[in-house]
């Protein structure tokens, strides 16, 4: 770890690590009571990408899913995007890939309602044989960083926005965004069609079955829009006071969006950036922080600064966010792709910056009232697990302000700035960054910020070394 000006080792205090009790059956027996035709649940967990894997469990073994508990491979929590266990590290292999002991989390229980026939779905966390938090779970990550916070006093207040493409559902080699048609016409509509009515129209019946789902399995979704790009959405969930519960609602609204898409002839996707000539998709995070009366302490009560009543304990939060945001990119844009959003000119920051209403920024104070002033992190895609996104940024938050650093000057609402690229643009560089870090990998934990920093490079290894077809195209005729 290094060490601040004052010669103080640069590193979060250890948060107690506790051991975890079965899962009350109330939830299931609830669901059950509602819908008693269930015949499977399906056990979701997020690995470290934040992609869901699981298995289903028949009628018979519902309840044993909520106590003792179902078994996955530890392994499961590490594998890469292709779903392959990485070679430089002995969990999936040299250790024999035993099981850990996963526990449904609350809140997550629900109905599936596009299910072929009537099932259930739960979300679990994953421990170790003694019950203690597996250190590969990425929720336990974030568990980690948001106790940091309540030991000062202070409550997250946090909302999740995603941005994802609908995809045309005729069989292609490459896929194509869906695109409205001009009445009358075959003709598809051109343009990004930003803020279009007329585009959310003619997809109301998939946003109704999109909202419908969302109220049968509790996810708080709000707006819905079109983005800046055809074919090109956000969904927007509302703010709660549980970082934990908040990342679970993305990962389930991301399976909603998806799994309805199918059931209505399209594709979608949440890939950082499907299309080169069109918009990436992006995760924003919108944080407020609530002292223990329920006051939010980024509002400043004696007084304004510029537009807003900006208080000294927000500027101190974004300094630390500012501070870690290089280190923190490997996490923001986890994959390949990722860094294909990382273009000048493209609402995507690509240098730590913050100010009032401006969202050319990484970090964006939006317009709001006294009690709702909050920072929107812009920089993650919607590729990166939300789990270690909430970790990055809550940690930010609390390095901020317990080390009370300084966001330098802000940005003017309104001001034309020139692009500055400071930030890694590149997946090796990122990798790079996050290791020579020296303040997230104490609050992520050194074991988790070891491993992770040799899963995300294996993969980028992996995917250098595979030979596509645009190597083809660009050299095999004339090399």
Not at 263 to 289: E, I, N, T
Not at 364 to 372: E, G, S, Y
């Amino acid at each position: 770890m290094g060490t601040d000006r004052r010669g103080r080792k640069n590193e979060a205090p250890a948060p107690r690590r506790r051991r975890r009790g079965a899962y009350p059956t109330a939830a299931i027996d609830r669901l059950l009571e509602r819908q008693p035709r269930t015949e499977l649940i399906e056990v979701l967990f997020a690995d470290i990408n934040g992609m869901l894997r699981g298995k289903r469990v028949g009628r018979e073994d519902i309840r044993k899913v909520f106590e003792p508990g179902v078994s996955l491979p530890g392994a499961t929590a590490l594998l890469d995007s292709k779903g392959m266990t990485i070679d430089a590290i002995s969990n999936g292999s040299a250790d024999g890939d035993p099981d850990m002991i996963c526990r449904p989390i609350a809140g997550t229980t629900a109905t599936v309602p596009w299910a072929n026939r009537p099932t259930a779905q739960t979300m679990v966390s994953m421990y170790d044989v003694r019950g203690m938090p597996y250190f590969a779970d990425s929720r336990h990550v974030l568990e980690r960083a948001a106790e940091l916070l309540a030991r000062m006093g202070l409550r997250p207040v946090v909302a999740i926005e995603l941005e994802f493409y609908l995809l045309d559902g005729a069989a292609a080699e490459t896929p194509r965004p869906r695109l409205g048609r001009i009445p009358g016409t075959s003709l598809p509509q051109d343009g990004p069609q930003y803020n279009s009515l007329d585009d959310l129209a003619d997809l109301d019946a998939y946003f109704a079955e999109v909202d419908a789902a969302c109220r049968e399995q509790g996810i708080p979704a709000s707006a819905a829009l079109a983005e800046f790009a055809p074919g090109q959405y956000e969904i927007n969930l509302h703010h709660i006071d549980d970082p934990l519960l908040a990342c679970a609602h993305a990962l389930m609204l991301k399976r909603v969006v998806k799994s309805v898409a199918r059931r209505h002839g399209m594709g979608a996707c949440f890939m950082a950036k499907p299309f080169a000539g069109s918009a990436g998709s992006g995760m924003h995070v919108h944080v407020s922080l609530l002292d223990s009366s329920g006051c939010n302490v980024f509002a400043d009560a004696g007084g304004e600064r510029g537009e807003l009543p900006i208080s000294d304990r927000l500027r101190h939060a974004v300094g630390g966010l500012i501070a870690t945001m290089d280190e923190g990119m490997a996490i923001f844009a986890p994959n390949a792709n990722s860094y294909r959003r990382l273009q000048p000119a493209s609402f995507v920051p690509l240098t730590p910056n913050w100010g009032i209403n401006h969202r050319r920024l990484a970090l964006r104070i939006p317009l709001a009232a006294a009690k709702d002033v909050r920072v929107e992190h812009r920089v993650a895609g919607a590729d990166a697990n939300p789990y270690l996104v909430m970790a990055a940024v809550l940690a930010g938050i609390h390095h901020g302000l317990t080390r009370r650093c300084d966001p330098g000057p802000m940005v003017p609402s309104g001001a034309v700035i020139d692009e500055i690229i400071t930030l890694p643009t590149r997946w090796e560089q990122a990798l790079d960054a996050f290791e020579r870090g020296s303040v997230l990998r104490g609050y992520l934990g050194e074991e988790f910020a070891r491993i992770y920093a040799i899963c995300r490079r294996g993969e980028c290894e992996r995917f250098h070394a595979e030979i596509g077809r645009q190597d083809y195209e660009w050299y095999l005729r004339n090399v």
